[in-house]
C-alpha cells in the first residue's frame, strides 16, 4: 500500500574484513558447548546440512522500513523512567528525555513509534496531557497496576521525542472512553495550521506550527480492554469516529489504521473488511508469543530448559501462519493490497518477574527473545506485499523490550541487537530465498532448523540474515546465488554459549554481535557454518 513515508536514510552495515578461507574448515571451531538446563540434552553433531537458493534475478517487493517499528505504552517503567525523567533530573536528559536511551534508540533507525498505547490509549484523554504540567490533573492507571499517572508526559513530550529520534508518529485515539468530538479535536490540535480553537490552543501551549502525524489508530482491542466490542459494533464505531479523523493538512493526509484482530481470529478481519474497508488504509493485528500458550502461566523469562526454549520458537512461527490467514480475508476485499496489515503488537510474554509489579510487565531479554525476534522480521519480510507495519511490544522496560534501565543505568537487550543487525532490510528489496532445512525436533514436535532472508539495498548491496533455531546443533548451510556474483561476504553472528544468556547491569555486554568469519565464496556459491542459537547477517557486496 502507498503511505506517506519519511526520505529514505542511508543504511549502512558495519562489516569486517573479508574471509577467504573455506567455511569447513572452521565448523568445529564454531560449534559451541551444549546450554546448560536443557530439558532433553542433544549431542551437538557437525553432520546437519541445509541448502538455498538465493535469487537476486527475481526481486520482490520492497521491505517497507515500518515494518522495524515500535511502542511506547504508558505501562509499568515504560514511559516513566525509561524514557522520561523530567527536566530536573540528575539523569542527563533533553527537556526531560533521557539522552542515553534516546542516543540507543536513534542506532536502530526507528521508523516509526506507536503511543499512547495499547489498553492505555482508550482511558487517555489528551487534554489532561497538555499545558503547564504542575497544573495537570492526575489519573489512575487502571490497566497497569493501579498506580496514579500524573500525565507529565503528554502530546509535547511525546512529540519532541519522536522529533529527538528522526522517527515518525503513530498515534492511538480513544474510543473505548473518549468521544468522537474529543478525537476530532486532538487530531486538529495536532495537525491544523488554520487560526481555529485547537491550533489556536496549540500555539498557545507553546507550539506554532502543526505536527505532521502520518499514522492514526482508531481505537485498540476493541474486543477486549478497548470495549469488549463485537466485531459488528465495532466496525461500524470505526467508520462513525473515522468520519471525524480530519485531513486538516491536504499535503500529508493521515493514513487511518483500524483496530484488528487478536492473533487467529479470521472473522473479526473478514467483518471490519467487509463494513468498513473502503474507510482504512491499515488494520492491525496482535500476536504474542507465549512459552506454554496459557496466559495463566505463561512461562519464565529465565532459567528455562531446552523444552521452553522449543515450545516459545515453534508458537513465534505460528505468526506466519495467522498472517497468511488475515492476508487471505484482506485479499478477498482488497486483491490489490491497498490496506496495509499492520502489527502492531508483537513479541514475548512471560511471568511477572518474582518481586516485581506484575502489572508493570518488566521482564528479562534472552538470546531466546533475539531468535523471536529474527523469525517474526523473516515472517513480515515473506508477507511485504500486505505487512506495511509492526509494532514490537515495547521499547523500553516493557516486555520484549529494546533496552533496560534502573536509574541511571542502561543497558542493550539481545532483541536491542537483532534490531540493531536487521536495519539493512529496512526499505531493501526483497529476493526470494529456496530454502530446504533440516528438521530442529524436540520430543514429538519438529521446526525448521534454519531460516533466511534477504533482501538488496538501493545502493545495490544483499543482504541476507539467518537463524539457526537448534539450541545444541550447528548447521552447514550451502547457498547458491542467483542474478549476484559477489567479490566479498562479510558479516555479524550473535549467539551465546546458554540459551538464556542475557545482559545485565553488571555484565550489559554478555551478548553481543561479533564479527562473524564463517561465511566463505566458493565457486559462485556460498557456504555457511551456522552456529547453534545464533542470528547471522551477511553483506554481500
Known amino acids: 500500500m502507498e503511505w ?59 521491505v517497507n522500513k515500518n515494518i522495524y517499528g515500535h511502542f511506547a505504552e504508558h505501562l509499568g517503567r515504560g514511559i516513566y523512567e525509561g524514557i522520561w525523567v523530567g527536566p530536573s533530573s540528575p539523569i542527563p536528559n533533553t527537556r526531560g528525555i533521557r539522552n542515553d536511551v534516546v542516543a540507543a534508540l536513534k542506532e536502530l533507525h526507528i521508523p516509526v513509534l506507536r503511543w499512547p498505547g495499547g489498553c492505555f490509549a482508550d482511558e487517555y484523554h489528551w487534554k489532561d496531557g497538555i499545558g503547564p504540567r504542575e497544573k495537570r490533573p492526575s489519573m489512575i492507571n487502571t490497566h497497569w497496576g493501579g498506580v496514579v499517572e500524573d500525565n507529565s508526559f503528554g502530546t509535547h513530550e511525546f512529540m519532541d521525542l519522536v522529533d529527538l529520534l528522526g522517527t515518525d508518529a503513530y498515534i492511538a485515539g480513544n474510543i473505548g472512553s473518549g468521544s468522537p468530538q474529543e478525537m476530532m479535536e486532538w487530531v486538529e490540535y495536532l495537525t491544523s495550521a488554520a487560526q481555529s480553537p485547537m491550533a489556536n490552543l496549540r500555539r498557545q501551549n507553546g507550539r506554532e506550527q502543526p505536527w505532521r502525524i502520518p499514522y492514526f489508530g482508531v481505537g485498540n482491542e476493541p474486543w477486549g480492554c ?9 466496525a461500524d464505531e470505526f467508520r462513525r469516529y473515522n468520519t471525524f479523523v ?41 500476536y504474542y508469543t507465549l512459552p506454554t500458550g496459557n496466559w495463566g502461566k505463561k512461562g519464565v523469562a529465565t532459567g528455562f530448559g531446552e523444552a521452553e526454549w522449543f515450545a516459545t520458537l515453534r508458537r513465534t512461527l505460528r505468526m506466519d501462519e495467522i498472517v497468511t490467514k488475515h492476508a487471505a480475508a484482506m485479499d478477498k476485499k482488497d486483491p490489490e493490497k491497498k490496506i496495509g496489515l499492520v502489527v502492531d503488537e508483537w513479541g514475548t510474554w512471560y511471568d ?25 522480521f523473516h515472517v513480515f519480510h515473506r508477507h511485504a506485499d500486505r505487512v506495511s507495519m509492526a509494532n514490537i511490544a515495547q521499547t523500553v522496560n516493557v516486555l520484549q ?8 543505568k542502561m543497558l542493550r537487550t539481545p532483541t536491542y541487537w537483532v534490531f540493531e543487525m536487521f536495519k539493512v532490510h529496512q526499505g531493501g528489496t ?57 567479490k566479498s561476504v562479510a ?40 552456529p547453534a542459537r545464533s542470528v547471522v547477517v551477511l553483506a554481500l557486496q
Do not use: C
Open 4 to 62: 506517506p513515508t519519511r526520505p529514505r536514510r542511508r543504511l549502512d552495515l558495519a562489516i569486517m574484513q573479508t574471509t577467504t578461507f573455506s567455511a569447513f574448515t572452521i565448523l568445529g571451531a564454531l560449534l559451541l558447548s551444549p546450554p546448560e538446563g536443557s530439558a532433553e540434552p542433544q549431542a551437538a553433531a557437525a553432520g546437519a546440512t541445509a541448502a538455498a537458493v538465493l535469487r537476486a534475478d527475481q526481486p520482490g517487493p520492497v
Open 226 to 234: 478497548g470495549g469488549n466490542m463485537r466485531a459488528e459494533y465495532y
Open 246 to 286: 480530519k485531513n486538516y493538512d491536504r499535503a500529508n493526509p493521515l493514513a487511518r489504521i483500524a483496530a484488528g484482530s487478536n492473533a487467529d481470529d479470521v472473522r473479526w478481519t473478514e467483518v471490519l473488511m467487509d463494513v468498513a474497508g473502503s474507510r482504512m488504509q491499515g488494520l492491525s493485528l496482535h
Open 352 to 376: 511477572p518477574e518474582p518481586g516485581r509489579e506484575p502489572g508493570f510487565l518488566y521482564q528479562q531479554n534472552t538470546l531466546r527473545d533475539a531468535l523471536v525476534a529474527a523469525l517474526n
Open 401 to 408: 523490550a529494546m533496552i533496560l534501565t534502573d536509574k541511571e
Open 430 to 486: 526483497s529476493l526470494p530465498v529456496e530454502l530446504t532445512s533440516p528438521d530442529y525436533a524436540f520430543g514429538s514436535e519438529k521446526i525448521p532448523m534454519v531460516s533466511a532472508s534477504a533482501t538488496r539495498s538501493a545502493e545495490g548491496t544483499v543482504h541476507l540474515s539467518l537463524a539457526n533455531t537448534s539450541a545444541t546443533q550447528a548447521v552447514t548451510l550451502s547457498v547458491a546465488l542467483t542474478g549476484v556474483a559477489p
Open 491 to 530: 558479516g555479524r553472528v550473535l549467539t551465546a554459549p546458554a540459551i538464556d544468556a542475557h545482559n545485565t547491569f553488571e555484565a550489559p555486554d554478555a551478548v553481543t554481535p561479533a564479527p562473524f568469519a564463517g561465511a566463505a565464496l566458493m565457486g559462485g556459491a556460498l557456504e555457511i557454518a551456522l
